[in-house]
């Protein structure tokens, strides 16, 4: 095909997806399964499209894609989240994570196909989309509830859970045989994450040091271009490119330029990262999902079930109550880009070919119902344990910013500068300046103010 005819393809497709994710947006479906989507129907595999387009043709683009969520991934790791609350993670998150993926594993062997398949089929259902999720949270406004603390600490100890997760995988798609070869080759493994998670600890001054430079232009080239150096090394050393990219990522998140590094950083990976979708999309082949349509609902359903279960888990451990366990149940139920780049790695190895048509089905389920269930959770706590309907009632901050507003209002109207300063008193009076606030309060606002400074729209 002539390059002319692949660009126009290429673009319809992304026009495409741009029109689908607008409708997708208004019954609230993040961008993954709408990518996928689009390179299934324009899959050579189906007839649902008049043009066709080879994934094979944009598979380098893909694997950027896939070395930047990862990259970003790890930029966006909140240590002191981790080290600070450590402890209380490891018995929430720990918990859910061995339940997971024990069930997970089960599956696997119950499904039939190998062992190894079975590892990666318990990864898939195991660790939740934190790019879905934060999404929702945002959306819905839920990051001043009370379960939403303990939804972003289990994302970051998914986080280490991925990249522990991938090292281990990455050696068992090795094929070796020899037990020694595989501990040498775990220990070079565990090494390298320890390595680099103690650089990011400890060396966020030396490395800012070496990264400081104020022309734009050079600055993207040097972190994308150690994204994709690190990608390669991690390939070399048996851990995956995926996990070269996630520490590299969270090294470069430890310094004095990780504002400004997101902000660069982040178009990439948008639009590499609806390359690498794209790609997976176009790699499924429909008339493949017969044989694995029971696998999936089986999978489906064990994951609703066993989620919903460990929701209340959570909430028991953390002292939240029902509705909140299942408002927390309900945000972790979806699952994304981990499934896929699993998938990815595994048929990359050359394990069970299946792996690809389950993922791509199980994702384009989890990651519909997933954000249904998250929309609809409050009301569904309200008729299940029936709780009464929480009224939002003006708080101190809230009553502030009003009295602002009435003193902006007022002055506009009088066509006169009114300074902060000379907000009337009696409205002061009515809503104070100064107000103290709950601790948890005071987190939520600050992890909204965190998000909202970036200014973007989380897709992954």
Do not use: C
């Not at 998150?93 to 190998?114: D, P, Q, S, Y």
């Not at 990455?170 to 680099?196: E, H, N, P, R, Y």
Request: hydrophobic fraction near 55%; aromatic fraction near 10%.
């Amino acid at each position: 095909m002539h390059v002319a005819e692949d660009l126009l393809i290429l673009g319809v497709l992304f026009v495409i997806a741009y029109a689908l994710g607008r409708l997708g947006k208004l019954i609230g479906l993040p961008a993954i399964p709408i990518y996928m989507l689009v390179g299934l129907i324009a899959s050579p595999h189906t007839e649902f499209f008049p043009i066709s387009f080879e994934a094979a043709d944009v598979q380098l683009v893909a694997i950027f894609g896939l070395i930047m969520l990862l990259f970003s991934l790890g930029l966006e790791f909140d240590q002191d989240e981790f080290y600070g609350n450590a402890g209380k993670l490891f018995v929430s998150g720990g918990t859910r994570l061995a339940i997971n993926l024990g069930v997970g594993f089960a599956l696997g062997l119950w499904i039939g196909w190998g062992t190894r398949e079975a590892l990666i089929i318990a990864g898939m259902t195991a660790a939740s989309s934190s790019a879905i999720i934060t999404k929702l949270l945002i959306e819905l406004r839920r990051l001043a509830n009370r379960e939403t603390p303990t939804i972003l600490g289990i994302m970051v100890l998914e986080d280490v859970f991925i990249a522990i997760y991938l090292a281990i995988v990455g050696v068992v798609l090795g094929g070796s045989t020899d037990i020694w070869a595989i501990v040498l080759q775990l220990a070079i493994s565990f090494a390298f994450l320890i390595a680099m998670f103690a650089l990011a600890r400890w060396g966020g001054k030396f490395v800012s040091r070496l990264v400081n430079t104020r022309d734009d232009e050079l600055f993207t080239i040097l972190f994308f271009g150690l994204a994709v150096a690190f990608g390669g090394i991690g390939e070399i050393l048996g851990v995956s490119d995926a996990i070269g990219a996630f520490l590299m990522g969270l090294v470069l998140g430890a310094t004095r330029f990780k504002g400004r590094i997101e902000q660069f950083a982040l178009p990439l990976r948008d639009v590499f990262g609806a390359f690498f979708f794209l790609n997976f999309g176009l790699a499924l082949d429909i008339s493949t999902f017969g044989g694995v349509l029971w696998p999936v609902v089986v999978a489906v359903v064990l994951t609703l079930v066993v989620n919903t279960l460990g929701g209340q888990l959570i909430a028991w451990q953390n002292k939240l109550t029902q509705a909140e366990g299942l408002n927390a149940s309900a945000m972790l139920q979806n699952r994304g880009e981990f499934a896929l780049i699993l998938a990815t790695l595994a048929v990359g190895a050359g394990l069970d070919s299946r792996l690809t048509p389950f993922a791509g089905l199980y994702v384009l389920s989890m990651a519909i119902v997933g954000p249904i269930l998250a929309v609809n959770s409050e009301k569904f706590g309200r008729v299940v344990f029936r709780t009464k309907k929480k009224k939002k009632a003006a708080g101190p901050e809230r009553d502030r910013m009003r009295a602002e507003e009435i003193a902006l209002v007022e002055s506009v109207m009088a066509g006169t500068d009114v300074p902060e300063a000379a907000t009337p008193d009696d409205i002061v009076e009515r809503y104070p300046t100064e107000p103290t606030r709950d601790p948890l309060e005071e987190q939520a606002a600050q992890q909204s103010d965190a998000i909202s400074e970036r200014k973007r729209d989380p897709e992954y």
